[in-house]
């Protein structure tokens, strides 16, 4: 099971909106409704800040939102801010085999 | 608010076997709305799921299978932690290793996250 695919980088300034694209498989993305999106800042844990496609846990500031469309899903961060400048990863559920896939994440830059 | 806590070495050798506790605090690992999982990452794999254990009529564990023969995660639930055995590892499964909940939103909502344990394998 490959990686779900993710560009290396996007950036944008304070203020500006950005978009990072998660492309999968009819067998993960396209299949079901559990995909998650994770903002990671160097040298600490993992933050989910989507799940279910679109869903915001608690505490996640609305800027952040998640869609699919087929095979690929989205985040969005509307908005920008310098506290967003992270690593950002998407997973989606595969089926009761291979359980989980990540995406090779997306290095998000505030300019 | 849960946390959870890892402990186990950082340094691997060869062909031994690598072994990781994450302790539960805030939560149960019986709880059965919850699954507890194990994540790694490496610059060369990037983030890969492992495998987890929760508890619903019964213990179940699932795992990936290009691991699956190597790996083995229990529950504890004497001490309310959760543990991984991956046998046999090679370079190749140095990693920076978390414990990670998946509350009961599921569906790969890994929510609360340990604070990673560098792995190396080394000789």
């Known amino acids: 099971q490959s990686a779900l695919t993710q560009p290396r980088a996007v950036s944008g300034s304070p203020g500006q909106s950005v978009t990072i694209s998660c492309t999968g498989t009819?067998?993960?993305?396209?299949?079901?409704?559990?995909v998650s999106w994770y903002q990671h800042h160097p040298g600490k844990d993992p933050k989910l800040v989507i799940y279910d496609v679109s869903n915001r846990p608690s505490g996640v500031p609305d800027r952040f939102s998640g869609s699919k469309s087929g095979n690929t899903a989205s985040l969005t961060i509307s908005g920008l801010q310098p506290e967003d400048e992270a690593d950002y990863y998407c997973c989606s559920f595969a089926g009761n085999h291979i359980f989980y896939v990540f995406g090779t994440g997306t290095k998000v830059t505030v300019l | 608010q849960a946390q959870l806590q890892q402990s186990g070495p950082g340094l691997v050798k060869p062909s031994q076997t690598l072994s990781l506790t994450c302790a539960i605090s805030?939560?149960?690992?019986?709880?059965?709305?919850?699954?507890w999982n194990w994540i790694r990452q490496s610059p060369s794999r990037g983030l890969e799921w492992l495998g987890r254990?929760?508890?619903?009529?019964?213990?179940?564990?699932e795992y990936k299978p290009s691991v699956e023969s190597r790996i083995t995660i229990n529950p504890d639930t004497s001490k309310n932690q959760f543990s991984l055995q991956l046998t046999s590892v090679t370079p190749e499964d140095s990693a920076v290793y978390y414990c990670a909940r998946e509350g009961e939103d599921g569906g790969g909502a890994f929510d609360i996250w340990g604070q990673g344990t560098l792995v190396t394998v080394s000789s």
């Open positions: 254990t929760y508890l619903r009529s019964r213990w179940f564990n």
């Open positions: 009819s067998r993960d993305v396209g299949a079901y409704k559990y």
């Open positions: 805030g939560d149960s690992v019986s709880r059965k709305s919850a699954a």
